[in-house]
């Protein structure tokens, strides 16, 4: 039996964080629209060689895990960010970052997109020699080694999230909160009505990143420049307002691919929690289209893509949008750029 054949996307140790005997919880399976109640966490959110067939890679995974873990429990121990040693809070945003790309579902968008991005490059290139589209080959993309380049990436993106303002939010409300099969949530409330471009990724303006720790506590960083708090001193927000529970709630179901988890909520509340979001839910795809814009060399069409945004209007009562006017666009660009030399620095690119 090859060792670490058993590969999470979604880590046991999250799950544990959730669970009342750390070893099983309950989940609510959108397609079937069935409760499973106490499933093995051990049995979630893997697969057999997700990430490799030899577990190398699962296994230098896990040790990663442990640092994010030891991160994670100092965080829920002290609710407090900002008094963390600098090494806990760069794992802490490691953890948001990887735990974003690592999932089954940024798998199959990234796939999707190349995929897609093949196949129209090798159709303009057939047209150029005057064969029909029909000429052109079925693109196979390497899932794994593409999946492993984005999570590898990933590992750099705390520094362009670094400048977002950290917030918990301590639950005080009868319902719980949940987490699904793609925990971590990156969303832009702001930015959020635009149709044909992506506004969620770490560097856009305006962006919102939202985790919950435990059934009570959740993590969300965000913009300062383009949202308020009730109070811009407070880093900890008990919330008694079971609305804005129900729309962090919510938020995980819209952005799951399969699964929500949960352990101290009512069935009837997950299940009347999916009866109202039901109908946007919708597939998560990269999309693009061909536009005119500048190049190095002039301009020309070049194929855009981009994460469509989450089609829901997030409303919390203690979060405020600043009223003033945007674009959507860099936070920083310094960041940014010194990201870009120490990706094709580290990377070779």
Do not use: W
């Amino acid at each position: 039996m090859v060792e670490y054949k058993n590969q999470h996307y979604v880590p046991q140790f999250y799950f544990r964080l959730f669970s009342k005997d750390n070893r099983t919880i309950n989940l609510f399976n959108l397609k079937n629209k069935k409760i499973i109640q106490n499933a093995k966490i051990s049995n979630l959110c893997s697969k057999d060689y997700f990430y490799s067939y030899d577990g190398e890679l699962e296994g230098i995974f896990s040790g990663l895990e442990g640092q994010f873990s030891s991160a994670l429990n100092k965080l829920v121990q002290k609710i407090d960010y900002t008094n963390l040693s600098s090494d806990k809070k760069h794992f802490v945003l490691s953890f948001l970052c990887f735990q974003h790309r690592r999932t089954l579902q940024e798998r199959e968008k990234m796939v999707g997109l190349c995929e897609n991005l093949i196949k129209i490059v090798l159709e303009k290139y057939l047209k150029t020699k005057g064969y029909t589209k029909e000429y052109a080959p079925t693109p196979v993309v390497d899932e794994r080694n593409l999946h492993t380049f984005q999570m590898l990436v990933s590992l750099f993106e705390p520094i362009l999230i670094g400048d977002l303002a950290p917030l918990f939010l301590l639950n005080k409300t009868e319902n719980k909160f949940i987490f699904s099969d793609a925990p971590v949530i990156f969303h832009n409330t702001f930015f959020n009505k635009l149709k044909n471009m992506g506004t969620c990724g770490c560097a856009n303006k305006g962006l919102q990143i939202f985790c919950p720790v435990d059934p009570n506590i959740m993590l969300v960083l965000y913009d300062p420049n383009l949202y308020k708090m009730q109070n811009s001193y407070i880093s900890t927000i008990e919330i008694f307002n079971s609305r804005d529970i129900d729309s962090l709630n919510s938020l995980q179901m819209l952005s799951c691919l399969d699964n929500v988890f949960f352990s101290n909520n009512s069935l009837d509340y997950i299940k009347d929690l999916f009866e109202y979001n039901k109908n946007n839910i919708i597939k998560k795809e990269y999309q693009y289209r061909e536009i005119k814009a500048n190049t190095r060399s002039g301009r020309k069409e070049v194929i855009h893509h981009f994460q469509p945004n989450i089609p829901y209007n997030l409303k919390l009562s203690f979060l405020k949008i600043n009223p003033i006017k945007e674009t959507p666009d860099i936070r920083d660009k310094k960041r940014m750029a010194f990201f870009g030399k120490l990706i094709n620095n580290k990377i070779n690119l």
